[in-house]
């Protein structure tokens, strides 16, 4: 069974799914989990009665499990409604004051950024560790005593292994749906003792670092994902097996497909095993995958038509500073549930479907 | 061909089935259409480019027409929809009537495109007058 069976019954049976670094399909333990402490673990976990308590001790599981899987302590973990929060939270911690983030960020780090930075110190550096767009690995910059340093390592969860002491970070975020927990929960670490400005005020929950009724069910969901990751060493199979079928897809597109180009280094060590980032010269990206959409193959891409937005993907613009490039560009993310079987099956449409959009474009393909 | 559904997909079941099976569209080189002028607007970098083909004739009344029509797109899907719609609606028009086409008819005959996507049925009526425009300077 795999794990997007139930949806692909519903809808299309062929379904090859693979958007994973957008969402990963809720992992049958995640689903059983979630459950059950809906039935179960009902109550107010703030609450003084048992019904409560019981409810807080699953979230202190939760907590304890990602701070061990990440080597952190407990009491540095805040769990938050996802990674656009936790974002949030340190971006505006630093209100007023220098931040530098890189320009490769998710938007809700960028735009966070643009709101609340100023001329003060000390300075907050935000960097990602690796790029949900193309999958890239990010330099750290190198800091001064004085400056604090933040990581959004929502895409680096199970697919590498972190310490957060090892990689230097004051502050790292974290989110439940992108390793098969639920959408709408996520984590914040803060390490003891550096500056935090709670964004969710009026609660006394977390250590009144974050306001609000306790997501009793998301996080338990969130735990039996991480126990998913942690019991099963992800990150190797991310590393050996999602790689191979990653990288069988790039040679594979290289080799059959005129004016392709690839806009991940799939060399090891440069990007995520299950990131693969390609642009197709002469055809557009929201052609291709609504092309593969029909086909039940489903991509993402960095086209500004598929976003309704004006201006394509801020990374593939950073990156190759090509609008052309970016509104061509095609994400193909691999998930622990993925095949060579699925490789074969994009490489049976994907030709002819980039060949079809060539033909009838206005740009040339060489 | 997958078991979608008309209702899940993002756009119209029209811009859909023009998507997915334009009609009119110039495949491979333009010398494969025996054309008397074109029209080109928009702009890669911009995420869209049209062009339009048109052969002129006449209809019985002596009036030039558009005989035939191809295009070619560089676009989102409902760029290429827009395209095919109005490769459909323009053919036999007369010059000036085809002139009067304008994007509401366009988004009109595909059963309304989602609004962030209105510019691309701009852009196909654009290419069209500008060959309309093209092919009268040149016959002046």
Redesign the interface.
């Known amino acids: 069974m795999r794990f997007t069976d139930i949806a692909r019954n519903e809808?299309?049976?062929?379904?090859v799914y693979l958007d994973n670094a957008a969402t990963v399909p809720l992992l049958p333990s995640v689903r059983k989990a979630m459950h059950e402490t809906e039935e179960k673990l009902f109550a107010n976990a703030s609450a003084l009665h048992t019904p409560g308590h019981l409810a807080m001790n699953k979230i202190e599981e939760c907590r304890a499990v990602l701070a061990e899987l990440i080597g952190a302590e407990p009491n540095e973990i805040i769990f938050t409604s996802g990674a656009t929060e936790s974002n949030n939270t340190v971006i505006r911690t630093f209100e007023g004051h220098q931040i530098e983030c890189s320009p490769l960020e998710h938007h809700s780090i960028f735009e966070a950024t643009r709101v609340y930075k100023g001329n003060k110190l000390p300075k907050l550096y935000s960097y990602m560790l690796y790029n949900n767009e193309t999958g890239e690995k990010l330099e750290f910059p190198i800091l001064d005593n004085e400056s604090f340093l933040h990581s959004d390592l929502t895409q680096a969860l199970g697919k590498v292994e972190i310490n957060v002491n090892r990689l230097g970070l004051d502050y790292a975020t974290f989110s439940a749906h992108k390793i098969g927990g639920p959408i709408g929960v996520g984590a914040l670490y803060v390490r003891s003792g550096v500056p935090f400005k709670p964004l969710l005020i009026g609660g006394n929950q977390e250590h009144k670092r974050r306001g609000g009724t306790y997501n009793t069910v998301g996080i338990a969901g969130f735990l039996a994902a991480l126990e998913y990751v942690r019991d099963n060493k992800t990150w190797e199979i991310y590393d050996e097996s999602i790689r191979k079928l990653r990288d069988t897809l790039a040679n594979h597109i290289l080799a059959k497909i005129p004016g392709s180009s690839l806009n991940t280094d799939v060399r090891r060590g440069r990007s995520l095993p299950n990131i693969l980032n390609v642009s197709f010269k002469?055809?557009?990206?929201?052609?291709i995958q609504?092309?593969l959409?029909?086909?039940?193959i489903i991509v993402s891409t960095g086209?500004?038509?598929?976003a309704?937005d004006i201006k394509?993907s801020h990374v593939l613009m950073a990156k190759t500073g090509d609008?052309?490039i970016a509104?061509s560009s095609i994400r193909f993310s691999f998930g622990l549930d993925n095949t060579m079987a699925d490789v074969e099956r994009v490489m049976e449409v994907l030709p002819g479907v980039i060949d079809r959009l060539q033909?009838?474009?206005?740009?040339k393909r060489s | 061909?997958?078991?979608?559904e008309g209702q899940?997909w993002?756009y119209s079941e029209k811009v859909?089935d023009h998507?997915?099976n334009?009609r009119n569209?110039?495949?491979?080189d333009e010398s494969r259409f025996d054309y008397d002028a074109l029209g080109?607007v928009g702009n890669?970098?911009?995420?869209?480019?049209?062009?339009m083909y048109i052969k002129v004739g006449h209809d019985k009344k002596g009036r030039e027409i558009i005989d035939d029509v191809r295009?070619?797109?560089?676009?989102?899907?409902?760029?290429?929809a827009s395209t095919s719609a109005l490769s459909e609606i323009c053919k036999g028009r007369t010059l000036d009537d085809a002139l009067k086409i304008g994007a509401k008819d366009i988004d009109n005959y595909l059963g309304n495109l989602?609004k962030?996507?209105f510019h691309?049925s701009v852009l196909g009526h654009d290419a069209l007058r500008e060959a309309i425009s093209n092919y009268r300077q040149k016959s002046k």
């Open positions: 809808w299309c049976f062929k379904m002469a055809a557009e990206g929201e052609s609504l092309y959409d029909s086909e039940g086209s500004a038509c598929a309704g394509p609008a052309e509104h033909k009838i474009s206005t740009i | 061909m997958s078991n979608l899940d993002v859909k998507f997915l334009p569209f110039l495949m491979g080109q890669p970098i911009c995420g869209d480019q049209m062009r295009w070619k797109t560089y676009g989102c899907a409902s760029a290429i989602p962030h996507k691309c």
